[in-house]
């Protein structure tokens, strides 16, 4: 029997999307949650479903596109959600509402090209889901591209460079601030489209900002990002301490290095530092000079 006469939980899953009454006005949203087991992914998932309004269904595929069961831990706590269905045969009548896609498996050729077909009707129909995977090598670049925002958690395997091919240049800080930030919280949300992103801390399961996302009440997410990034004004400040001590040593003559060691930060920037107190017009120590170099020697 050859691969397309097999039915599998892709077709099926595709043939009851069909069904649902209507076309939306609105685009549905593609989210991708990316993170090491443990991170956090399914329980974001989960109080999403608490919080938001309408059906909900859940669901996993095997590489060939086949339903599987869930784990029994998850299959019990999404069961106790309400208006929480869980889809693991054709036999789920299907309405418009979140769809949650549970530890999305690298598909086949043949899968990725009948999962792309489902994401189609889905946006067409204006449904949301979000897909829960451990690896952005998990999935295909044809999906990924698709996507509309990203939830990064620890252990996400997110490099710059592939974040580099989802979000401009322009905004290449949001990729650093993604990357080196994500030990210090529970998920970065990322929106590819707004070219923005929130971060929640450590235990914080708050979801208003995905739900409101989904919810389409959100224009843009600048504004909210200028709003919850309070840490900003605090990073500020610390990194306006550091540059007052490195100034501070620069002008006492100290070894570049030294301070480099001292202040944990690189000397090209101590260097840059030096060139601009002396275009400010300060003298500071001629570090070529034989006089400098026989203090150095004495301390």
């Known amino acids: 029997m050859g691969f397309s006469n097999i039915k599998t939980g892709i077709d099926r899953?595709?043939?009851?999307?069909k069904k649902i009454f209507g076309v939306s006005k609105v685009e549905?949203?593609?989210i991708i949650a990316i993170g090491g087991r443990g991170s956090g992914k399914t329980e974001t998932a989960k109080q999403l479903c608490k919080?938001?309004?309408?059906?909900?269904f859940v669901f996993e595929f095997d590489r060939n596109g086949d339903f599987v069961e869930l784990n029994e831990k998850d299959r019990e706590e999404y069961k106790d959600i309400p208006n929480c269905t869980i889809i693991e045969d054709d036999e789920t009548e299907l309405k418009a509402g979140l769809y949650i896609n549970e530890d999305f498996s690298m598909l086949t050729k043949e899968g990725e090209a009948k999962y792309l077909e489902l994401l189609k009707h889905i946006r067409h129909k204006g449904i949301n889901i979000v897909i829960i995977t451990h690896s952005?090598?998990?999935?295909?670049?044809?999906?990924?591209?698709?996507?509309?925002?990203?939830?990064l958690y620890k252990n996400a395997g997110v490099t710059p460079q592939k974040l580099a091919t989802l979000i401009t240049p322009k905004k290449a800080y949001a990729i650093r601030r993604a990357l080196s930030n994500l030990k210090e919280y529970e998920y970065y949300f990322i929106s590819l489209e707004n070219e923005a992103w929130v971060s929640h801390p450590i235990g914080n399961r708050d979801v208003e900002v995905?739900?409101?996302?989904?919810?389409?009440?959100?224009?843009?997410?600048e504004d909210i990002v200028?709003?919850?990034?309070?840490?900003d004004k605090e990073d500020k400040r610390r990194a306006n301490a550091k540059k007052s001590e490195i100034e501070r040593l620069i002008s006492m003559g100290m070894s570049y290095d030294w301070i480099a060691a001292i202040c944990d930060t690189k000397k090209s920037y101590i260097m840059k530092l030096a060139s601009e107190m002396?275009?400010?017009?300060?003298?500071?120590p001629d570090r070529r000079s034989r006089e400098w170099r026989r203090r150095r020697t004495r301390r």
Do not use: S, V
Request: with cysteine.
């Open 28 to 30: 549905g949203k593609i």
């Open 13 to 17: 899953l595709i043939n009851k999307i």
């Open 136 to 151: 952005i090598g998990q999935i295909p670049n044809n999906i990924l591209h698709g996507a509309n925002c990203l939830l």
């Open 210 to 221: 995905i739900k409101d996302y989904l919810n389409g009440k959100l224009d843009g997410l």
């Open 278 to 284: 002396r275009r400010r017009g300060m003298e500071l």
């Open 226 to 231: 200028t709003d919850n990034n309070n840490d």
């Open 51 to 56: 919080e938001l309004k309408g059906k909900k």
